[in-house]
């Protein structure tokens, strides 16, 4: 079956950086992206961009350009974000999500989530 | 980027049908998705493509709609759904959430 599981959560200080990881099992991890989500405390959920598992290219939402980097142990069949600068704002739960199509990109399988805290 | 207008939150009486809408800024076509948000949990995958129902979930759960209005549909209620509901559109990038749909029960 479909899997993927990320990282603990992570508690970290404004200034530092973090890396969380979603692994992937019970498919060919190349053949689908990897989207990230994130989700504020009490908030929506907001989409970050994706990591294409097969050639390894990101792609950001705007808001997450700068500080934030998709990437790839294929070998692992795991994906990895990381966020350097971390700043009040970034506390949240981030989830990866699998990518599937039929005529249209949805998000069929999702972690259970990293909650990341950011506090002085 | 493409606007998806939720109503923050519905109450329903168990057994009866719950019926959330979203709106698009702009014509998403069939590109409309909605998931379930249980507290504390990840999203879950209920409908894909606007209408196709997604492996697993019961037939209780429906979705309908193209272009810029979509509605998503649970008949009969049950106690378990109490969640948080979301559409996402995939038609442009970036894809986008509507805020959600938190039914309660009555």
């Not at chain 1, 005529?103 to 002085?120: A, E, K, L, P």
């Not at chain 2, 507290?39 to 309908?64: D, E, H, M």
């Not at chain 2, 209620?77 to 894809?95: G, H, K, L, M």
């Amino acid at each position: 079956q479909i899997q993927l599981v990320q990282s603990g959560p992570e508690l970290k200080k404004p200034g530092e950086s973090v890396k969380i990881s979603c692994k992937a099992s019970g498919y060919t991890f190349t053949d689908y992206a990897m989207h990230w989500v994130k989700q504020a405390p009490g908030k929506g959920l907001k989409w970050m961009g994706w990591i294409n598992t097969y050639t390894g290219k990101p792609t950001y939402a705007d808001d997450f350009k700068g500080r934030f980097v998709f990437s790839l142990e294929a070998s692992a069949s795991t994906a990895n974000l990381q966020i350097s600068n971390l700043k009040n704002e970034d506390t949240a739960t981030y989830f990866c999500a699998k990518e599937e199509e039929d005529n249209s990109y949805y998000f069929d399988y999702w972690g259970q989530g990293v909650m990341v805290t950011v506090s002085s | 980027d493409i606007v998806l207008t939720q109503s923050p939150a519905l109450a329903v009486s168990l057994g009866q049908r719950a019926t959330i809408s979203c709106r698009a800024s702009e014509s998403v076509r069939s590109s409309m998705h909605w998931y379930q948000q249980k507290s504390g949990q990840q999203p879950k995958l209920l409908i894909y493509g606007a209408s196709n129902l997604a492996s697993g979930v019961p037939a209780r759960f429906s979705g309908s709609g193209s272009g810029t209005d979509f509605t998503f549909t649970i008949d009969p209620v049950e106690a378990d759904d109490i969640a948080t509901y979301y559409c996402q559109q995939s038609r442009n990038d970036p894809f986008t959430f509507g805020s959600g749909t938190k039914l309660e029960i009555k």
